[in-house]
């Protein structure tokens, strides 16, 4: 039977996200939508450098199998043209703070990032889902720079 991690809490937020009405608090409320709704979302700082916001994903069951993880994020960026701003979207196991990073699975970077909400939808190798030894301590780890 297919499970869905989404975010349940704002695990660590040192670079000042919030949400699209500029509220700072349960901001993974914005993202936790089992349907797609751009009409909410979080957002970076104006001009990130290095901006982190980190994620805690719900609790899910070992599948016990290595196939079918799929890591999916969409994003997008305020104002067309401007400058650039890169996005990196991390899926880590037993993140503890920016010191304590716990265990890479997969990294993914988004390059010069439009005005127009993408989708990326990932799937994880066998080596990377099998990395994953703990499917209650997931957590996904933005960073967004300008460059």
Request: hydrophobic share 35%; glycine share 6%.
């Amino acid at each position: 039977m297919p499970q869905f991690e989404r975010p349940d809490n704002d695990f660590n937020n040192p670079g000042s996200w919030t949400d699209q009405g500029g509220g700072s608090t349960n901001i993974y409320q914005a993202i936790d939508e089992a349907t797609i709704d751009d009409a909410d979302f979080v957002r970076s700082p104006l001009a990130p450098s290095s901006s982190v916001y980190v994620t805690r994903l719900s609790d899910a069951e070992d599948p016990q199998v290595s196939t079918g993880h799929i890591l999916q994020n969409r994003y997008a960026k305020d104002a067309a043209g401007g400058l650039q701003i890169d996005l990196v979207a991390q899926l880590r196991q037993g993140y503890v703070s920016e010191a304590s990073q716990g265990t890479l699975i997969v990294s993914r970077t988004f390059t010069n990032i439009t005005e127009v909400f993408t989708t990326d939808s990932y799937t994880l190798s066998a080596v990377e889902a099998d990395a994953i030894t703990n499917y209650n301590d997931l957590f996904i780890r933005y960073s967004a720079n300008q460059v």
